[in-house]
């Protein structure tokens, strides 16, 4: 049976997860208070790039499945759930999640929502939140709010298909009653077979945080084995394929390069060692603090083994392939390749910039840098290139053409996805992090 859902929030997760309960066939208000962003829902134009995801979004307006509103309405009191999926950036001042929004959205939701509706919480917070927003709400409601804690495990690229198909689906707190009006909304998901595991509020909470903990951790595991590789003559890529074949370590998320960024990874394992640090237990996620270094240390690499092939990168020409924190996405929220083109760009470098998708944002966003649309003009114009997000098209830049444009061929792989034997054949220098295949022993 359709239901009706608002959806709070429309940032990457509320629009994706607004469009894909509007697959499912529900009637779904998403909310979203910035006007800009709003005429663009509207308009059925998507505010940021997610392959597939404005197709959908124009077919669900289309169908009258999907209307916006820039705040609740009466609408609200006949929803049978309302899903929380507004952010919880890094607080300006801290390492903390800013849980603001959170808590704003659910004493707003408390003056609309009727008794016999769920809330469904869907973004990112420290653990705890979830227990004080359903007191707060409950008091100022007047009735016991029903609220489930349904993280979210989508990944950008990917963000429709992992919402529409999850690998499993956690639900935290709720009521027997809510649980089933929520699953009845997941029917499709619930038919696919998916596992959904039951459990107390804090538990969801932490379930999300403990993942991405942990695939953070992964990435940082073979950047550290990629510094050890760098001095001893090691390969971390062939050392990833090999330790990837245990069945219990996998192959996943072990690619060595530049490291983790985006809006997530790294604001969130932050916020887990501040509220480990407010709960009176820190030192549990020390090891965090050392996941964190790890990442900042490879952009740092990048620089670092610029100034030492040129003796210094000032006034010489940097084209950065990449901006965006991974590809098929125009996210360059803590972006390594951003990091390492404005690190450069400080030491004096003449930094030019291309990305398939977010070069008008960068132009906006960082006005040092210069964006290129075109290849052949940056590869003309530049001393070194250094490859900082895996764009499929960068993969298939070829390298004896790209060289006829350059009088000294540098070129350093962020990413470890170009063909070092045939880079080098056509005559470039070319450094792969943490692959002494590609450099000389020690002397990265
Ligand atoms: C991540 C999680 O994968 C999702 O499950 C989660 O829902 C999401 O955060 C979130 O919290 O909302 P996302 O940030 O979209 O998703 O991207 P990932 O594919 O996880 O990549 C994160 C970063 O790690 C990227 O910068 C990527 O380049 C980097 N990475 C990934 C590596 O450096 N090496 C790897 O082996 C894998």
């Keep these: ?175 027997a009653k809510g649980i089933a009006t929520l699953k009845e909304i997941y029917a499709p998901i619930v038919k696919a077979g998916t596992p959904f595991v039951e459990m107390d509020l804090q538990t969801a909470e932490l379930v999300k945080t403990a993942a991405n903990s942990f695939l953070a951790t992964k990435i940082s595991f073979i950047n550290a084995m990629a510094e050890i590789a760098e001095v001893s003559g090691a390969d971390t890529v062939k050392l990833a394929e090999a330790i990837g074949l245990d069945e219990r370590i996998g192959k996943h998320f072990l690619k060595t390069g530049i490291g983790f960024g985006g809006g997530c990874f790294p604001k969130d394992i932050r916020a887990f060692i501040s509220r480990a640090e407010e709960l009176g237990v820190g030192d549990a996620l020390d090891f965090l603090r050392a996941v964190d270094a790890v990442n900042l240390r490879r952009r740092q690499r990048v620089v670092d083994l610029l100034n030492k092939e040129f003796g210094t990168i000032a006034e010489k ?73 895996e764009w499929d098209e960068y993969k298939q830049i070829d390298p004896e053409v790209s060289g006829t444009l350059m009088a000294q061929k540098v070129v350093v792989d962020g990413r470890n996805v170009l063909d070092v034997e045939r880079w080098r054949n056509a005559g470039w220098k070319i450094y792969a992090l943490g692959r002494s295949v590609a450099n000389e022993v020690g002397g990265l």
């Design 317 to 389: 020409k940097i084209f950065v392939l990449g901006a965006s924190f991974k590809p098929n996405s125009d996210d360059l929220r803590d972006s390594p390749a951003i990091a390492v083109a404005t690190k450069l760009r400080e030491l004096g470098a003449n930094v030019f910039i291309h990305d398939p998708k977010a070069g008008e944002q960068v132009s906006i966003l960082f006005p040092e840098l210069t964006v290129v649309d075109n290849l052949a003009e940056g590869f003309s114009m530049a001393n070194a290139v250094v490859l900082a997000t």
């Design 1 to 175: 049976m359709p239901k009706i859902v608002t959806v709070i929030g429309l940032g990457y997760l509320g629009a994706t997860h607004a469009v894909a309960m509007a697959e499912f066939g529900h009637t779904v208000i998403g909310i979203e208070p910035d006007e800009s962003k709003l005429r663009a829902f509207r308009e059925k134009k998507l505010p940021f790039y997610e392959p597939g995801l404005e197709l959908a979004l124009s077919k669900a307006v289309d169908s009258g499945k999907l209307t916006f509103q820039s705040a609740h309405s009466e609408t609200s009191r006949n929803a049978h759930a309302h899903f929380i999926c507004v952010g919880t950036p890094q607080s300006e001042s801290s390492y903390a999640a800013n849980t603001t929004y959170i808590y704003a959205s659910g004493s707003e939701l408390a003056k609309w929502m009727s008794p016999e509706s769920i809330v469904v919480g869907k973004s990112t917070v420290p653990v705890g939140t979830a227990l004080r927003l359903k007191t707060e709400m409950s008091e100022s409601a007047g009735f016991d709010v029903d609220l489930i804690w349904n993280p979210e495990f989508l990944r950008e690229g990917n963000a429709l298909e992992d919402s529409l198909r999850p690998d499993r689906v956690v639900l935290g707190g709720g009521t």
